[in-house]
């Protein structure tokens, strides 16, 4: 096998919605910067996931998530000749709020923000250890033919279940039973305006309680299945015991997804109207909603993340309803009105840990309040955050919790980034 030496100031592992903006913000800063990345492109669940609607980046009329994740979306919705919402009043549903974009599109721009920051993307890569060296840490992975050795000062786990901070040793969190995950697909080859509502309904039912369709198949079993068929399914589907933690488990995961689709396209084109009906499209991956949660400096707690609790060293602003979803569903709980939640940088840090950050979906919080923190805009500014506290404690020659709070908050000033005041 080849063998690579690198050393870079600071390194990313996880290329998702997290890790692509921590990299990026670490290169703009002008430090050396690596990502590795086991997939074959950037984005995480917004592009390999295909959950293309990331949001929500305003709250209450005003913006409050914005930086390098904002721009690379407004580019890629400007690419795709593509239409922002009305961000001045405050929407009935929150989901009116999000943005669609074109998932390649958004993968390519952030490969191209990448690159032009001087990142270096090591695609097809997997850390196999890591190492606490005096200057930071040793990670040696590898890839196809390929074995890497990097030395780094700074450690960004970004990779959704904080796989690295469990590699090192620190304690991690995680529920008996994870939250259902979802293949995103798109069904079309029919004219709902032609179908009988009552006798798909009708056939619904009874492929429900024959077996024909299985329990989750349609997230919302409740609602009326031509609604379903109007969306042509995007993201409507449920696959319990979603498990991206070991790749086992993310092989049955998948597995699992794509059994899901072919009884839900069989099902639909037994249906009369329907004898044509396809698939447009379909990820290649089924979108993981929960793994690992670390156990940080400090928790975000449910009563925290509702109240709007602005804490003292708040990095980056959140907004999303409590979105749990289980076996029945799920039921997105708003936030007051004028409420938003901010994140801590200590929540970003594993508990007694030095030159390590974590950002994303696996940040220091309790189960609720990790629901709504897990959502793409949220996941791009606590990206954004680490990426900048990382640089600062490379340029101090200190560990991300001693970062000097005005330091690091004039670092994200600088490249666009919201930074939560008290008075909000």
């Given at each position: ?367 609720l309040a990790n629901s709504a923190l897990r959502v793409q805009a949220s ?12 640089a600062v404690s490379v340029r101090l020659e200190t560990t991300p919790r ?23």
């Amino acid at each position: 096998m080849e063998h690579m030496k690198d050393d870079v100031d600071v390194l990313v592992v996880g290329g998702g919605t997290a890790g692509t903006i921590a990299a990026i913000q670490s290169g703009r800063a002008g430090l050396r910067t690596a990502l590795v990345e086991s997939g074959s492109q950037l984005g995480g669940v917004t592009t390999t996931g295909g959950v293309s609607f990331p949001g929500l980046f305003h709250a209450w009329g005003k913006q409050i998530v914005a930086g390098i994740g904002w721009e690379l979306v407004i580019k890629a919705v400007a690419l795709d000749s593509g239409q922002l919402p009305d961000f001045s009043v405050s929407p009935e549903r929150h989901w009116m709020h999000q943005i669609r974009i074109n998932g390649p599109v958004y993968a390519a721009l952030a490969e191209e923000a990448c690159t032009q920051a001087g990142v270096q993307l090591h695609f097809y890569e997997i850390p196999t250890q890591v190492l606490e060296t005096d200057r930071g840490w040793k990670i040696e992975s590898v890839g196809k033919n390929l074995r890497r050795t990097i030395l780094t000062k700074q450690l960004i786990d970004c990779t959704g279940g904080a796989n690295i901070v469990g590699q090192i040793g620190f304690s991690r969190l995680r529920e008996e039973e994870t939250q259902p995950g979802t293949l995103i697909f798109k069904l079309g080859g029919y004219d709902v305006d032609t179908l009988d509502e009552d006798v798909i309904q009708r056939q619904f039912i009874a492929a429900m309680k024959d077996g024909r369709l299985q329990h989750g198949d349609v997230s919302n079993p409740r609602a009326r299945f031509i609604g379903y068929l109007g969306k042509g399914g995007e993201n409507a589907q449920h696959v319990f015991g979603a498990d991206a933690s070991t790749s086992d488990r993310h092989t049955k995961t998948n597995i699992a997804g794509r059994q899901s689709l072919l009884r839900i396209l069989r099902f639909v084109r037994s249906l009369p109207g329907c004898e044509n009906a396809r698939v447009l499209k379909a990820q290649a991956e089924t979108a993981v909603r929960e793994t690992y949660r670390i156990v940080g400096e400090v928790q975000i707690t449910h009563d925290d993340y509702t109240c709007g609790r602005h804490f003292e060293d708040a990095v980056s602003y959140s907004f999303y309803p409590i979105d749990l979803h289980d076996k029945d569903g799920v039921k997105p709980q708003p936030l007051s009105e004028g409420t938003v939640a901010t994140v801590p940088l200590r929540a970003l840090i594993p508990k007694n840990s030095h030159n390590l950050l974590v950002a994303g979906r696996s940040v220091s919080s309790d189960r609720l309040a990790n629901s709504a923190l897990r959502v793409q805009a949220s996941s791009m500014a606590m990206g954004q955050a680490a990426g900048a506290a990382a640089a600062v404690s490379v340029r101090l020659e200190t560990t991300p919790r001693d970062v000097p709070l005005s330091d690091l908050h004039d670092l994200l000033v600088l490249h666009g980034a919201v930074v939560p005041e008290k008075d909000t």
